[in-house]
């Protein structure tokens, strides 16, 4: 709330966001609070957004396109002119899986220092936010090219890569019994590629 968002949203928080410690620790944000929405899982609540980015301090095999948190902060103060974007933190003690990951378009890093590298969760969210914040002011943010078409949400992307997983078994070319990397490595090309909606039903209709 310090750097103007209000809006969050809570991935099974496995407790109750208005009991007593949540709401002093919120420190004056209880409106925040009490506005948030829970879902069941990552992708529900990714629902809608064209743009995300998953912060971890970790490198990751297979991961999305990695960008500092004041490069992905740009990136997405210009796709917000499109459409929803989000920024991904996991909880204070396990962080993100590589299942969350490969579902964001980015993942992105705080530059800490190399010898101790991790922030409380906390601590991050306020560094991103802030980030955001000054990219969102900034005159000098990355240009929406004027002819682009619509922004494919998340659920589309996703529709498009589970689309193509039931071809290629459909197809033989993959076996399911031994599906290797196959999703993960869709999800992050068309992560790099910030398909728009015609392009998803192009590959769709192929």
Known sequence: KTMGLGRLDLVAPGADRLDP?????????QDVLAASREHANLGEALAGTVFSVALTARR??????????RDAALLAAAHAVRGEVAFVFGNETRGLSNEDLSLCTHWSQIPADAGYSSLNLAAAVQVTAYEFRV?????????????????????????????????????????????????PRLRRLFGRASLEKEEVAILRGL
């Open 60 to 69: 990751r095999e297979l991961a999305p396109q990695c960008l500092w948190v």
């Open 21 to 29: 410690q949540a709401i002093a620790m919120a420190s004056g944000a």
């Open 135 to 183: 990219a969102a002011a900034a005159p000098a943010a990355p240009p929406v090219v004027a002819d682009a078409g619509e922004p494919a949400r998340h659920e589309e992307v996703d529709g498009l890569v589970a689309h193509l997983h039931r071809a290629a078994v459909a197809s033989g070319f993959l076996d399911p019994a031994r599906p290797g990397r196959l999703v």
